[in-house]
């Protein structure tokens, strides 16, 4: 019983130093003010190193603040558990997925396991290889803390859309 735990606890060291890796190529973690967020609090993260790849093509300014736009409304949406909503204004990519009936009804099931999500705090922001941003919020009910990672691409009719989503939650000590 022991060796297929330490085999499970391997592969997931492995998942999670091949993802935390690969943040080279994103901006440093920061506190971002997003529109109808409440406040959020300063992560810690050290100082830009400076040093950008030029083979990577940089996100325009503006779709960071498209992003961070999309990741309110989105956040807002989630909120007032308006899931169909939430499946709507996501790319192509993300609704292959599953259909729109099987993404309400696991995030009904969610919140009606977790209750609804409240006072979102922006932890962090980078880009995606200069595709896009991904934006990242801790959350909260009476019984757990919740990270929510959403990644957002520009599609070719010009609006930002969820191009990703996942949820994390973890029980209040």
């Not at 962090?124 to 919020?137: N, R």
């Given at each position: 019983m022991t060796c297929p735990r330490c085999i499970k606890a391997a592969s997931?060291?492995?998942?999670?130093?091949?993802?935390?890796?690969?943040?080279?190529?994103?901006?440093?973690?920061?506190?971002?003010?997003?529109?109808?967020a409440p406040q959020e609090q300063a992560t810690p993260g050290a100082a830009p190193s400076g040093d950008k790849q030029s083979s990577v093509p940089a996100v325009?300014?503006?779709?960071?603040?498209?992003?961070?736009?999309?990741?309110a409304q989105i956040i807002a949406l989630m909120q007032a558990g308006d899931?169909?909503?939430?499946?709507?204004?996501?790319?192509?990519?993300?609704?292959?997925?599953?259909?729109?009936?099987?993404?309400?009804?696991?995030?009904?099931?969610t919140r009606q396991n977790v209750g609804a999500l409240q006072n979102p705090k922006a932890t962090s922001?980078?880009?995606?290889?200069?595709?896009?941003?991904?934006?990242?919020?801790?959350?909260?009910?009476?019984?757990y803390q919740t990270d929510l990672r959403l990644s957002f691409s520009r599609s070719p009719s010009g609006q930002m859309e969820l191009a990703g989503l996942n949820q994390h939650d973890e029980l209040k000590k």
């Amino acid at each position: 019983m022991t060796c297929p735990r330490c085999i499970k606890a391997a592969s997931l060291l492995v998942v999670l130093v091949a993802f935390v890796g690969c943040k080279s190529k994103q901006e440093q973690p920061a506190a971002v003010a997003v529109a109808g967020a409440p406040q959020e609090q300063a992560t810690p993260g050290a100082a830009p190193s400076g040093d950008k790849q030029s083979s990577v093509p940089a996100v325009p300014p503006k779709d960071k603040a498209d992003a961070q736009a999309a990741a309110a409304q989105i956040i807002a949406l989630m909120q007032a558990g308006d899931f169909a909503a939430v499946y709507k204004n996501s790319s192509a990519g993300f609704k292959q997925i599953g259909s729109e009936s099987q993404f309400v009804a696991k995030f009904q099931q969610t919140r009606q396991n977790v209750g609804a999500l409240q006072n979102p705090k922006a932890t962090s922001i980078g880009t995606v290889a200069g595709k896009g941003y991904t934006l990242t919020y801790r959350l909260e009910n009476a019984r757990y803390q919740t990270d929510l990672r959403l990644s957002f691409s520009r599609s070719p009719s010009g609006q930002m859309e969820l191009a990703g989503l996942n949820q994390h939650d973890e029980l209040k000590k």
